[in-house]
């Protein structure tokens, strides 16, 4: 994309100004505006994907999030920022399907082991600590509450809301996250530091 300059100057478009003169010809129809959309908010969907439901079902959930964007981008009214909006919609998207694939079961588990029984990817030796794996092992309550809340900053009556859980429930489950979290990093920290 060029650049618009003034004398010596160049000006930088913004994102947020990129992304409402895509959302309007998007919405008109021009693919190639979505492609643009696509290719400026794929990684953060993707992450958030992968955190939430694990590296085995990012890539299809981000796939699934970007049609339901297409299939709704009608109803973008711009009251808010286009990545704001589609973070939402990602998130409610993420959350929706665990609803529906049953993995309510395994929402709350209070075993002192919980990380130690999640099944993991074998570790790589060029990391000490894996940060996203002990993410990804968190019980499936415990994870959706701790990305929502420490990684992607929405409060506890706004995930009770989209989880569908009380705002005790929600801090309750942070809490546990953290604690399992450190449980899991503080003994590969301290065996590190012996080396």
């Known amino acids: 994309m060029h650049e618009p300059s003034v004398g010596a100057l160049t000006v930088n478009r913004t994102p947020a100004v990129d992304d409402a003169a895509d ?36 890539d299809e959930l981000t796939q699934d999030v970007f049609v339901r964007t297409w299939e709704k981008l009608g109803t973008f009214r711009g009251e808010a920022a286009f990545g704001t909006w589609l973070h939402r919609l990602a998130v409610n998207l993420i959350l929706s399907r665990r609803s529906r694939m049953g993995r309510d079961r395994q929402r709350f588990d209070d075993a002192d082991g919980a990380l130690d029984l999640r099944p993991t990817a074998p ?33 506890h009556d706004e995930i009770a809301g989209q989880m569908g859980i009380a705002v005790g429930t929600s801090k309750a489950q942070l809490h546990r996250a953290r604690m399992l979290l450190r449980g899991h990093l503080e003994p590969k920290a301290k065996e590190r530091g012996r080396r």
Do not use: C, N, W
Not at 39 to 49: C, E, I, Q, T, Y
Not at 127 to 155: C, N, Q, S, W
């Open 23 to 58: 959302v309007a010809l998007a919405q008109s129809g021009d693919g190639h505006a979505f492609e643009r959309l696509y290719r400026g908010h794929v990684a953060r969907v993707h992450s958030l994907a992968r955190r939430m439901a694990g590296p085995d079902e990012a």
């Open 123 to 155: 570790p790589r030796p060029e990391l000490a600590i894996d940060f996203e794996t002990a993410i990804a092992r968190l019980p499936e309550g415990a994870k959706h509450v701790f990305v929502l809340h420490d990684v992607e900053g929405y409060r």
